[in-house]
């Protein structure tokens, strides 16, 4: 149930966001190691974003999963702040990362939880 949310300033045509958005649900199934047919995504762009008083390019992105590898978390770092780069031109040091590991109970889907 891994699910990745990206809020980022840079504006971008709705195909190039749909694009972005199916490359990053591959890239949290590939990083975490679950099928893409349970990873949610959320492509936020065109936000206000100030990232050390400056508004230039800039991302948050969450991403939640149970069982999230605490000790892989510098890697998933390396691997989001790459693909962001690249898609969007957002350069790592503009870019925060939430990771979370949620309990099986609590999250919900299709009307039970994990």
Do not use: H, Q
Request: a negative charge; aromatic letters at 8%.
């Amino acid at each position: 149930m891994p699910f990745i949310k990206v809020e980022t300033n840079v504006a971008m045509s709705a195909s190039k966001a749909a694009d972005t958005g199916k490359a990053l649900s591959a890239l949290a199934a590939d990083m975490l190691g679950k099928p893409e047919t349970s990873v949610l995504t959320i492509l936020e762009e065109g936000k206000t974003l100030i990232f050390g008083g400056e508004d230039g390019p800039a991302a948050y992105v969450t991403l939640d999963s149970i069982g999230m590898p605490e000790d892989r978390t510098p890697e998933l770092s390396a691997s989001i702040c790459s693909f962001l780069e690249s898609a969007l031109g957002i350069p790592g040091n503009r870019v925060y990362i939430a990771f979370g590991d949620i309990k099986r109970s609590m999250f919900g889907w299709d009307g039970k939880t994990f």
